[in-house]
């Protein structure tokens, strides 16, 4: 190998040579021959036969097929370095082609042709060159010594011949290809699988690098085969007729008895099945994610448009309660509409936490929570059911002052939805019962039970099942999904409790029963709530801003507010708030969170970045957004407070109570 001689292949040999690559050149004291793309096979077979091999073969720029001509000069020089300079422009394509080429081996680098490291990556490639030409003389010596002939004991000998002859049927008859390589990676054998897998049959002593699924990644294996490592693993994927195999390939190092290396042997497995059923269920799993996606962007958005027009009617109802408290029909009539909207708010949020409790999306905010304060409060939102059908509603809570660990609003929800059902199956002038007591195990036990219509013993099995009805008929007499108990089932066991139903049958009332694990003994941390007069007078000449994009929302609120005393400024948008914000001294600002052109998360970011801090200026986030990651997204977004429509009237007036009075207590 002449070490001073470059091989370079330029679009025009008759031309001069690019400045910049002829300034490294000249700085190594290299000569170039220089060969078009048409001839440069032949012209490197002439200089090898003449005793010139070139160090380096060093594909210039304008070459528009630099890997095909590097794949051709491979043919008839397999192992030497060579080195790729393509153009600025040129690279990221020569990058993206070379690296999906096979058979090139891993003595080739690349470097554009103004990278400053064009002089150090041609040095560097004669380097190689040099110490592969060593490393391949020390080789052939050690061949010529393991060729020469050794006594062999006859018995030995074949015993041998055995074995090899049970060896060569289990290779032959396996389904997996497997190939021999000698010292220097040519091909000295092949199983009849190699044939099957890749229909084709190598020669004998073919380079390994000519295989049809070789590539850089099996040469850069090879390379640490003959550096020791053994053995090594890999998967990859080639085409064979047009069809994508996709292999588990796997190289050992072959040694003598006195370790010297004499080859490596190959075994490729067809693993393609294995990695379609992977892509196959990946695709599905990546759907099935997108449809999940999908299903609860749906959700909110439904959640959002039905609550919306909800608290409308609910907000109003309740104001017309408030201004017309000495008209009884009208105050029987708003009782009724009030009651039916907020059934239809309770059938959405069942709906939705459905959907959220089979994902297992529904999280807890959990709080040691007074029992007694709990069951009140779930008495409390019923009355005027009971009321309305003319029940009696009886309670005996012999439970002192203990709590439990769990998530006020959630279990409020179980509560709700068994007292309902009680009520909406027991005819007027009935009772139900509702007691709470103390049993062994440190357990609190609540039980709800009613004169109503009872369940039969076939029906028993299926009471908490999503969607299951008795009575399922278009005649009958009882409205609802079939959903309540179901969810009050789960959000109970999420909350470590347990819910069991009896009815000894048709006509003699049902009976359920909650248990759950006692915290702590002491008062409940629910907050407490102010009485009306109370609410009013803390609300009194407060200035509040009301960011609101739905008209009818916007008027509910602001009616709603100023009846409490309070002065209300109205923005339609976030941007018009924005604008009130500098001209105007606030107390606090209500702002909804679906809004167009700036939503409510990115007004409250805007607020704080322009010096508004939450203890100075505290906001509330009014929205039909009512999940538990919306309320988290509220708080980490700046918000203070998060109230979900469509109850306004008394949890907005609550919480902006609850917020200033915690803004006009003194710093300790």
Same mark, same amino acid.
């Given at each position: 190998?002449?070490?001073?001689?470059? $091989?370079?292949?330029?679009?025009?040999? +008759?031309?001069?040579?690019?400045?910049?690559?002829?300034?490294?050149?000249?700085?190594?004291?290299?000569?170039?021959?220089?060969?078009?793309?048409?001839?440069?096979?032949?012209?490197?077979?002439?200089?090898?036969?003449?005793?010139?091999? %070139?160090?380096?073969?060093?594909?210039?720029? @304008? !070459?528009?097929?630099?890997?095909?001509?590097?794949?051709?000069?491979?043919?008839?020089?397999?192992?030497?370095?060579?080195?790729?300079? &393509?153009?600025?422009?040129?690279?990221?394509?020569?990058?993206?082609?070379?690296?999906?080429?096979?058979?090139?081996?891993?003595?080739?680098?690349?470097?554009? =042709?103004?990278?400053?490291?064009?002089?150090?990556?041609?040095?560097?490639?004669?380097?190689?060159?040099?110490?592969?030409?060593?490393?391949?003389?020390?080789?052939?010596?050690?061949?010529?010594?393991?060729?020469?002939?050794?006594?062999?004991?006859? /018995?030995?000998?074949?015993?041998?011949?055995?074995?090899?002859?049970?060896?060569?049927?289990?290779?032959?008859?396996?389904?997996?290809?497997? $190939?021999?390589? @000698?010292?220097?990676?040519?091909?000295?054998?092949?199983?009849?699988?190699?044939?099957?897998?890749?229909?084709? *049959?190598?020669?004998?002593?073919?380079?390994?690098?000519?295989?049809? $699924?070789?590539?850089?990644?099996?040469?850069?294996?090879?390379? *640490?085969?003959?550096?020791?490592?053994?053995?090594?693993?890999?998967?990859?994927?080639?085409?064979?007729?047009?069809?994508?195999?996709?292999?588990?390939?796997? =190289?050992?190092?072959?040694?003598?008895?006195?370790?010297?290396?004499?080859?490596?042997?190959?075994?490729?497995?067809?693993?393609?099945?294995?990695? *379609?059923?992977?892509?196959?269920?990946?695709?599905?799993?990546?759907?099935?994610?997108?449809?999940?996606?999908?299903?609860?962007?749906?959700?909110?958005?439904?959640?959002?448009?039905?609550?919306?027009?909800?608290?409308?009617?609910?907000?109003?109802?309740?104001?017309?309660?408030?201004?017309?408290?000495?008209?009884?029909?009208?105050?029987?009539?708003?009782?009724?509409?009030?009651?039916?909207?907020?059934?239809?708010?309770?059938?959405?949020?069942?709906?939705?936490?459905?959907?959220?409790? /089979?994902?297992?999306?529904?999280?807890?905010?959990?709080?040691?929570?007074?029992?007694?304060?709990?069951?009140?409060?779930?008495?409390?939102?019923?009355?005027?059911?009971?009321?309305?059908?003319?029940?009696?509603?009886?309670?005996?809570?012999?439970?002192?002052?203990?709590? !439990?660990?769990?998530?006020?609003?959630?279990?409020?929800?179980?509560?709700?939805?068994?007292?309902?059902?009680?009520?909406?199956?027991?005819?007027?002038?009935?009772?139900? +019962?509702?007691?709470?007591?103390?049993?062994?195990?440190?357990?609190?036990?609540?039980?709800?039970?009613?004169?109503?219509?009872?369940?039969?013993?076939? $029906?028993?099995?299926?009471?908490?099942?999503?969607?299951?009805?008795?009575?399922?008929?278009?005649?009958?007499?009882?409205?609802?999904?079939?959903?309540?108990?179901?969810?009050?089932?789960?959000?109970?066991?999420?909350?470590?409790?347990?819910?069991?139903?009896?009815?000894?049958?048709?006509?003699?009332?049902?009976?359920?029963?909650?248990?759950?694990?006692?915290?702590?003994?002491?008062?409940?941390?629910? &907050?407490?709530?102010?009485?009306?007069?109370?609410?009013?007078?803390?609300?009194?000449?407060?200035?509040? =801003?009301?960011?609101?994009?739905?008209?009818?929302?916007?008027?509910?609120?602001?009616?709603?507010?100023?009846?409490?005393?309070?002065?209300?400024?109205?923005?339609?948008?976030?941007?018009?708030?924005?604008?009130?914000?500098?001209?105007?001294?606030?107390?606090?600002?209500?702002?909804?969170?679906?809004? %167009?052109?700036?939503?409510?998360?990115?007004?409250?970011?805007?607020? *704080?970045?322009?010096?508004?801090?939450?203890?100075?200026? %505290?906001?509330?986030?009014?929205?039909?957004?009512?999940?538990?990651?919306?309320?988290?997204?509220?708080?980490?977004? @700046?918000?203070?407070?998060?109230?979900?429509?469509?109850?306004?009237?008394?949890?907005?007036?609550?919480?902006?109570?609850?917020?200033?009075?915690?803004?006009?207590?003194?710093?300790?």
């Amino acid at each position: 190998m002449n070490y001073k001689l470059i $091989f370079l292949i330029v679009p025009d040999p +008759h031309a001069d040579i690019d400045g910049a690559l002829a300034q490294p050149l000249k700085e190594q004291q290299l000569d170039a021959v220089l060969a078009a793309p048409a001839n440069a096979v032949e012209s490197i077979q002439e200089l090898i036969g003449q005793g010139r091999e %070139p160090s380096v073969v060093l594909v210039g720029p @304008g !070459i528009g097929n630099a890997a095909s001509v590097a794949r051709q000069i491979r043919t008839v020089w397999p192992v030497g370095q060579i080195l790729f300079v &393509p153009a600025g422009e040129q690279f990221e394509a020569v990058q993206t082609e070379l690296r999906y080429v096979p058979m090139l081996g891993p003595n080739w680098s690349l470097v554009a =042709l103004d990278d400053p490291r064009l002089g150090e990556k041609l040095t560097r490639a004669v380097q190689a060159s040099r110490q592969r030409s060593r490393l391949r003389t020390t080789l052939d010596r050690a061949n010529v010594r393991l060729a020469a002939p050794k006594p062999v004991d006859s /018995v030995a000998y074949r015993q041998s011949v055995i074995s090899e002859h049970y060896l060569a049927s289990l290779l032959q008859h396996s389904s997996d290809a497997i $190939f021999s390589l @000698g010292p220097r990676d040519n091909v000295l054998y092949w199983s009849t699988g190699a044939e099957r897998l890749f229909q084709c *049959r190598p020669r004998h002593n073919q380079p390994a690098a000519e295989l049809p $699924f070789w590539s850089a990644m099996l040469d850069a294996l090879l390379t *640490r085969i003959h550096a020791g490592a053994s053995p090594l693993t890999a998967k990859m994927s080639t085409v064979i007729d047009a069809q994508t195999l996709h292999l588990e390939v796997s =190289l050992a190092r072959v040694q003598d008895e006195t370790h010297t290396f004499i080859g490596t042997s190959i075994s490729a497995r067809d693993v393609s099945d294995v990695v *379609r059923a992977i892509e196959t269920e990946r695709a599905g799993r990546h759907n099935a994610e997108r449809l999940g996606r999908l299903k609860d962007e749906f959700l909110a958005l439904l959640s959002h448009e039905l609550r919306t027009p909800l608290s409308a009617v609910i907000g109003r109802t309740q104001l017309l309660r408030i201004q017309h408290r000495d008209a009884p029909d009208l105050q029987y009539s708003l009782n009724i509409i009030e009651r039916n909207a907020k059934l239809q708010a309770r059938l959405i949020e069942d709906l939705l936490d459905v959907s959220a409790i /089979v994902t297992g999306k529904l999280t807890l905010e959990l709080r040691n929570i007074a029992v007694v304060d709990l069951l009140r409060a779930a008495t409390d939102s019923v009355q005027a059911m009971t009321d309305a059908r003319q029940l009696k509603l009886v309670t005996q809570y012999a439970v002192g002052a203990v709590t !439990i660990a769990g998530d006020v609003h959630r279990l409020q929800q179980v509560l709700y939805n068994i007292l309902s059902n009680a009520i909406k199956f027991t005819p007027e002038g009935g009772t139900v +019962h509702v007691r709470a007591s103390l049993v062994p195990h440190s357990l609190v036990q609540i039980v709800i039970e009613d004169t109503g219509c009872g369940i039969a013993a076939e $029906f028993l099995p299926y009471v908490f099942d999503k969607f299951g009805q008795e009575d399922a008929s278009s005649t009958r007499r009882h409205g609802g999904l079939g959903i309540g108990l179901s969810i009050a089932k789960q959000l109970a066991e999420l909350h470590a409790g347990t819910i069991a139903v009896t009815s000894p049958g048709r006509g003699l009332g049902t009976s359920f029963t909650l248990r759950f694990p006692v915290a702590s003994a002491g008062d409940g941390t629910g &907050p407490a709530r102010q009485h009306p007069a109370a609410q009013s007078r803390m609300l009194a000449r407060r200035r509040i =801003l009301l960011v609101e994009d739905v008209a009818d929302t916007r008027e509910l609120v602001k009616d709603v507010l100023s009846a409490h005393g309070a002065h209300v400024l109205t923005a339609a948008s976030a941007l018009i708030a924005l604008d009130l914000l500098g001209s105007e001294a606030l107390d606090v600002v209500v702002s909804d969170i679906g809004m %167009p052109q700036m939503d409510g998360y990115q007004l409250i970011g805007e607020i *704080r970045r322009r010096g508004f801090a939450g203890d100075t200026l %505290p906001a509330v986030a009014l929205t039909a957004f009512a999940g538990t990651l919306d309320r988290q997204r509220a708080f980490d977004a @700046g918000f203070q407070a998060h109230v979900a429509k469509p109850y306004i009237v008394t949890e907005l007036v609550a919480t902006l109570t609850a917020l200033l009075a915690r803004q006009d207590q003194p710093v300790r």
